[in-house]
């Protein structure tokens, strides 16, 4: 791979897994210095690992990114070991599925707070970092479900208001020369799409069978799919591209 994130240091959130996990191994693939955040510490330095033992630079890091102390407290602990900050990708979000009509009120609070308010928290620790540098790129993770998913209101209403989060915050960010931008995957296939799956009563295999014969690609995305789009916006390869969301969906309309 090239290296065209050297010198560059990342935060990628919920990367102990799937999309996040991914992204880490991408951008260290190209030469970033990546610290890799999940709420689970041991599952986030299992990740570096990961990444050190096929030679890239990685950290591991245990934050509860809707704990605004505990993420100012990781960002300046990252700048603090590697001198800068460069690159941010918000990806760490959970589901909790149900109808609206049974769908507890916590249900939604944590959907909201853990999918957009953690973005909210990320975005404004990493901004004072990436302002006196006069340089940033941030990737947030929306979801095709922000046009509408039935059962999934809570994760509709947030990763809509990822959407609304980065066009702003490209307006607001600009002028010092940070770029932020979104990505709405589709099907993909990680735990979270497996857990849908078993929430559905289906099991992973055959839910994914469906979603492949309704996308035009006729086969549901990988991971490292996003990941390829996600190092293309973080890269100076995107310099002029900001607020902007790309649908990552095999062509599905």
Known sequence: ???????????????????????????AGEGARVAVVDLDADR?????????GAGGVATGYGCDVTDPEAVTAMVDAVV??????DILVNNAGITRDNMLFKMPAAEWDSVLTTNLSSMFYCCQAA????????????????SRSALGNRGQVNYAAAKAGV????????????????????????YIATA???ATATRVG??????????????????VGQPEEVASVIAFLASDDASYVSGQTLYINGGAR
Do not use: C, W
């Not at 560059?8 to 191994?25: E, F, H, K, L, S």
């Not at 986030?44 to 050190?52: F, G, N, P, R």
């Not at 603090?80 to 900050?85: F, I, K, N, P, Y």
């Not at 609304?164 to 709405?184: D, H, K, W």
């Open 1 to 27: 791979m090239s290296d065209r994130f050297a010198d560059r240091v990342a935060i990628v959130t919920g990367a102990a897994q799937g999309i996040g996990a991914a992204t880490a191994r991408r951008l």
């Open 44 to 52: 986030s330095a299992a990740t570096a690992d990961e990444i050190k």
């Open 80 to 85: 603090a070991e590697h001198g800068r900050l």
């Open 127 to 142: 901004q004072k970092h990436m302002v006196a540098a006069r340089y940033g790129k941030i990737v947030n993770l929306s």
């Open 163 to 186: 959407q609304g989060l980065t066009a702003t915050l490209a307006i607001e960010l600009g002028p010092f020369n940070i770029n932020v931008n979104a990505v709405a995957p589709g």
């Open 192 to 194: 979270m799409t497996a």
């Open 202 to 219: 289906a099991a992973p295999e055959d839910h994914q069978k469906m979603a492949a014969e309704l996308t035009p690609l006729r086969r």
